[in-house]
């Protein structure tokens, strides 16, 4: 049997259903269950994924048997609405449009009143009995498809405003001007029908070819241009951004057309079962009377409200559907519970007014904020909609990375006025620099800036600036429009619709509310409550919400995989605990030696380092070498121990900042060169100290210069060479915890030695280890309880993990490292090529950031393997910056690790991942 690629849908049923969605699409699929549930849409068809795919394959040709199986589902489309395309009797009207797997709002296309042309205009008067209304529709036509199918589609890159949509554009602003017209909706049927035909000369001339009015033309240049639109720009950064792959293809919906803009008892709206921006349990939407679905995305007018309920301070004076169309506010307010019973989840859902009757367009589990997510999550769970499990999955972990980000202090927001007030898009508060281009927010990130990006109205083509900015502040559009419904999915600090905003794109200046402000200027937006304040206002952690610590634990009941911190002072440790760190997997020692409050212990290290050059003085007997030995060993001990107070100091309020939690304690590791002082008051500072020549002081730093630092006299070779200093940390370890258990707490240390890539070095620390243990028990009393292990960070030590785990009793990958070795990238300086990389699609990603699961993946499996070989309950645990990575951490999960380690932020979104690799794996 031929593939087939075409399924319908309409009042009879339909051919798919809502599990088809790889297939025919998130909207095919819905489009054919809410046919199945007896709801009223306007009949069509899907064309599905695959032909896309084949489309493409075919180089931008239609499969042989898409055209029988399009000319069928048509007619059934046309007896279901008792209408015919291209008849120019009774006209029948389509839309096409794009629907991928996963909703990509606004980053494809649609091409709406297909089938419109001087065969069917006479036919379509008649019926509407509105000359005004056809040609209305007629130049909407003119204006998409010449855009979207005749420009977009053919890859035809226009100079800045030259595009043909813009000239039309400016066409219609000459009429309007000319008549003294303030509103489209001023144009009379005249008006309209001269403008078709300016417009239709107007395509002509810019591109070329004329406007095609044959119905089979329009039909399917739109469906291909639909499919080509997949590969359009927009789509492409937001696939990239999203992580979406490039084979699903879109599919092609082609549905009967049903205007709302058939007079007054015509409207459209876009509505959520429930608030996306908080998850208030309340019908919440947006509506225009009289209007096409476009004007109400589009943002280019305010909408509105849905209801009286759900009014805010920007729609309060607008009336909501609920007052001025009771019963069809009824009707709809029915669908939404039938659809929230049904899908079991808040749906986001178009739907159309006809004269009087109401159509379903489109409905869809609606993108939300973090702080929605969580609450809906939790309320669903309460109503008995859902179950624990359910609960845990339907917040993402990166979407808790916006309840743990920062809000407008409330105390400083007390204290100002705002200059400008908007609708309250996407949660908590950004500050940032005004941007009013979205080239410049991407160039301004890049180097570091926090931007504000600051636009007229909303605009999908904005996507990668959206991205790139802290926060978002548009003049015109509703909580449904694009940049919004974007913005939310992100998680990001949003308001649109602030109508007091003015922008001079040309002088790069803006007027907020009346404040006369220019780019580079700093705002704070406050996205939950739609404020905008000049400055920058104090920013605070929003971690207070009750329901998150509630629902922290239904997530800790679904996981295995343990999550522990990479903190380095007892404060981070603290703050750690607090997110639920079970431990801490790192603890950089060295870190001490680094700002606040680490100038004495620096200064002790850089005098450690300095004595630790010192060579015994040239003797001529044995007697006095061996005198000149003891010198400098008795020197060494003595700075060594000079430093011990402080080395141990950090790590006893460590130990007890995490007590009856593991802490994971890692020897020196980075290489000594990075400490030795390069200006010139430091050098002689400690040359003072050491009565030491200043010109001895910069040989010592000459000396240990390295042209790879990162691979050379670093961690574990620290050690070797200067044991000493890792007898000095031993003792401050053992000490501290044997002070502690002393004192009744429960300490817990694991020794890890760094940068190790044979067993043999970690047995000769152990020897030092060992030694230590005992004299601290003889010392104490006490008989601390530890554990010995290594990071895998070299490729040798992963290769050789069998025998690593004769000597270690846990592994820790490090993966910063280990990714640093296997790919030979330099860590620190891979920022020069990485975006070449990434764009090239030579990665799919950072490695850096997210595990690279093809190679650095198959070294930590294989040492899993080979490691509990050889030591059955060997613990192994990840410390690298990609433990907190929700893909990182579900492949850790799948690899067999006992935990992941991130910074202390991360934690809860370490917790929730591991929590939904768990439940995926269940599945
Ligand atoms: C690592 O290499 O992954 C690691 C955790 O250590 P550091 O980043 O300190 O080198
Ligand atoms: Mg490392």
Not at 126 to 138: G, L, T, W
Not at 170 to 198: I, R, V
Not at 894 to 904: D, E, I, K, T, W
Request: hydrophobic letters at 40%; aromatic letters at 6%; proline letters at 5%.
């Amino acid at each position: 049997m031929a593939q087939r690629y075409v399924y319908g849908f309409g009042p009879w049923g339909a051919d798919g259903d809502a599990s088809m969605k790889n297939a025919l699409g998130g909207k095919g699929a819905n489009l054919a269950e809410m046919c199945r549930l007896g709801l009223p849409v306007p009949a069509g068809f899907t064309i599905n994924t695959d032909c896309c795919t084949a489309y493409f394959q075919e180089g931008k040709k239609f499969p042989q048997s898409l055209r029988d199986e399009v000319a069928e589902a048509l007619r059934k489309t046309e007896a279901a609405m008792g209408m015919k395309y291209g008849d120019a009797e009774n006209p029948l009207l389509v839309s096409c449009r794009s629907g991928a797997r996963k909703s990509m709002p606004g980053m494809m296309e649609t091409v709406l009143n297909v089938g419109l042309c001087p065969a069917t205009i006479p036919g379509l008067v008649k019926k509407s009995a509105s000359e005004r209304f056809v040609y209305d529709a007629y130049r909407r036509l003119i204006m998409m498809y010449s855009d979207v199918v005749m420009e977009k589609a053919e890859d035809i890159e226009p100079a800045e405003g030259k595009g043909v949509r813009l000239q039309l554009e400016h066409l219609m602003a000459t009429l309007k001007k000319a008549k003294g017209y303030q509103s489209d909706t001023d144009m009379t049927a005249e008006d309209l029908k001269k403008l078709c035909n300016q417009f239709k000369a107007k395509v002509k001339q810019v591109l070329g070819r004329p406007f095609p009015d044959d119905p089979q033309e329009q039909l399917w240049g739109a469906i291909g241009a639909v499919f080509k639109s997949w590969q359009g720009k927009r789509a492409v950064s937001y696939r990239r951004i999203e992580g979406i792959p490039e084979e699903w293809g879109t599919a092609c919906n082609v549905q009967s057309m049903v205007f709302g803009n058939l007079g007054d008892t015509s409207a459209t709206g876009v509505a959520f079962t429930r608030n996306p921006a908080t998850g208030e349990n309340k019908f919440y939407g947006e509506w225009l009377v009289n209007a096409q679905g476009e004007d109400v995305v589009a943002g280019i007018r305010t909408p509105n409200p849905l209801n009286e309920a759900t009014k805010n301070e920007q729609n309060r004076h607008l009336d909501s559907l609920e007052s001025k169309m009771p019963e069809l506010y009824k009707q709809l307010d029915g669908i939404r519970t039938k659809l929230e019973t049904h899908y079991k989840d808040m749906q986001d859902i178009e739907f159309t007014i006809q004269e009087g009757k109401l159509y379903m367009l489109q409905c869809r589990n609606g993108k939300r904020t973090g702080t929605a997510a969580l609450n809906m999550a939790m309320d669903m769970l309460g109503e008995g909609l859902i179950d624990e499990v359910t609960a845990v999955t339907r917040v993402e972990p990166a979407q808790l990375d916006e309840l743990l980000h920062p809000i407008i202090d409330p105390a400083a927001e007390k204290t100002v006025e705002p200059i400008l007030s908007g609708l309250p898009a996407g949660p908590g508060g950004a500050c940032g620099k005004i941007v009013l281009t979205s080239a410049d927010a991407v160039e301004a990130a890049a180097r570091g800036q926090h931007v504000i990006l600051v636009r007229e109205e909303t605009n999908p083509e904005d996507v990668e600036g959206m991205r790139a900015a802290a926060g978002i502040l548009t003049a015109r559009g509703g909580m449904t429009s694009h940049a919004a419904l974007v913005a939310r999915g992100w998680g990001k600090c949003c308001i649109v619709g602030a109508g007091g905003l003015a922008i001079d794109l040309k002088n790069q200046t803006v007027s907020a509310g009346g404040t006369a402000l220019a780019a580079g200027d700093l705002i704070t937006l406050n996205g939950s409550k739609g404020r905008v304040y000049q400055g920058a206002l104090a920013m605070m952690d929003a971690t207070e919400n009750p329901r998150f610590q509630e629902f922290m634990k239904l997530v800790d009941r679904q996981r295995k995989l343990g999550v522990r911190t990479n903190a380095d002072t007892p404060d981070d440790a603290r703050v750690a605990r607090a997110f639920g760190a079970e431990g801490i997997g790192l603890f950089r020692t060295e870190h001490m030696f680094y700002g606040k409050g680490a100038d004495e212990p620096l200064f002790i290290l850089r005098k450690m380092i300095m004595v630790l050059g010192k060579k015994p003085k040239p003797a001529k007997t044995k007697q006095a070498r061996e005198a000149a030995e003891k010198k400098v060993l008795a020197e060494r001990k003595a700075v060594v121990d000079e430093l011990f107070p402080f080395v141990k100091h950090d790590i006893k309020a460590t130990l007890e900042a995490m007590e009856g939690l593991p802490v994971t304690i890692r020897l020196l590791d980075p290489p000594l060169h990075e400490f030795v002082p390069q200006d010139k008051g430091a050098q002689l500072q400690l040359a003072k100290a050491l009565n030491m020549r200043l010109a001895d002081v910069k040989k010592r730093g000459e000396e240990l210069h390295e042209t790879n630092p990162m691979m050379g006299h670093r961690g574990v070779r620290l050690g070797v060479t200067y044991p000493e200093v890792t007898e000095m940390q031993v003792r401050a370890i053992f000490e501290s915890a044997a002070e502690l258990i002393q004192a009744g707490k429960d300490a817990r240390p694991e020794i890890m030695v760094p940068v190790t890539c044979d067993v043999k070095e970690l047995d000769v620390t152990r020897v030092i280890v060992d030694r230590v243990h005992e004299e601290v028990k003889t010392q104490t009393g006490v008989d601390v309880k530890y554990l010995y292990g290594t990071m895998i960070e070299i490729p040798r030590a992963a290769l050789l993990a069998d025998r690593m785990a004769k000597s270690a009793q846990f592994f820790s990958f490090g993966t910063n490292d280990l990714t640093q070795m296997s790919f030979g990238f330099s860590r620190d300086d891979i920022g020069g090529f990485l975006p070449d990389y990434l764009k090239g699609g030579l990665l799919e990603a950072d490695p850096f950031q997210t595990i690279d699961q093809t190679g650095v993946g198959q070294l930590i499996r294989m040492s899993v393997e080979r490691g509990r070989k050889t030591r059955g309950d060997l613990k192994i645990g990840i410390c690298g910056e990609q433990g907190g990575d929700p893909a990182s951490v579900e492949f850790c999960f799948q690899a067999g690790l006992n935990y992941v380690s991130c910074s202390p932020y991360r934690v809860p979104i370490a917790r929730l991942a591991a929590a939904h690799a768990t439940i995926k794996a269940r599945r």
